[in-house]
């Protein structure tokens, strides 16, 4: 076989190598432009998330408060009653005792 042929022979060959080698080079440049894309929407949606829970600590400290205040809203109104409850006695007993 002289060069010439085996050259003919390599050269298909080697241009088909060179193909593959090229479209591997570029799968990889997508997959490298694919990986950080995906890193900065993972870093959008990490912040997000940030912000999400610091609002969601904020939220539930006022509404902790809010139920505190509420409680205490309604001890002072259960007193009132009693209270009340307790005049309207007192003014029931000194109705009947006039009464009698």
Known sequence: MTPDRRLDQLEPLMADVLQKVDRLIEGQG?????????????DQVKATGDITANGLAKLT???NDLRDEVREGFKGVTQRFDRNEQTQQEILTILRDRLK
Do not use: M
């Open 30 to 42: 997508q997959l490298v432009e694919l990986a950080t894309g995906t890193k900065v929407e993972l």
């Open 61 to 63: 400290i006022v509404v």
